[in-house]
């Protein structure tokens, strides 16, 4: 996800046809300073919401210790959405790797 001047933004929505959403989810707060400064421009989330291209997502900092909002939030308009399974992955790897190494995330500019 990257920062989109509005105008950009509404463009998007009309080509992709669909009227924007407004979604909030918490965010881990070393996590939320690496949004801030424009080092984290990808999210890694499980597929348990509607989400789509042009909507706009507020990112809430979340501190896990205290099991409260911390009252800062960054607000960022979507630019892609890949979804995966685990029969999608499973074509590039095995059920026993991905449960032994997991995933990483690569962003890139």
């Known amino acids: 996800m990257i920062h989109v001047h509005a105008a950009a933004a509404?463009?998007?929505r009309s080509v992709m046809?669909?009227?924007m959403r407004v979604i909030h989810k918490k965010i881990w707060p070393e996590y939320f300073e690496a949004v801030l400064a424009g080092k984290k421009k990808a999210k890694f989330r499980l597929n348990d919401f509607e989400v789509e291209?042009?909507?706009?997502?507020?990112l809430d900092e979340w501190d896990p210790?205290?099991?409260q909002l911390t009252g800062r939030s960054v607000t960022k308009?979507?630019?892609r959405?890949?979804?995966f399974?685990?029969?999608?992955?499973?074509?590039?790897?095995t059920r026993e790797e991905i449960e032994a190494k997991g995933f990483q995330m690569i962003?890139?500019?």
Do not use: A, P
Request: net charge negative.
């Open 10 to 12: 509404k463009s998007i």
């Open 17 to 19: 046809g669909h009227s």
């Open 53 to 58: 291209e042009g909507d706009q997502l507020i």
């Open 65 to 67: 210790q205290t099991k």
């Open 77 to 79: 308009i979507v630019t």
């Open 81 to 83: 959405v890949n979804r």
């Open 85 to 93: 399974t685990m029969s999608d992955l499973e074509k590039f790897w």
């Open 107 to 109: 962003s890139m500019e």
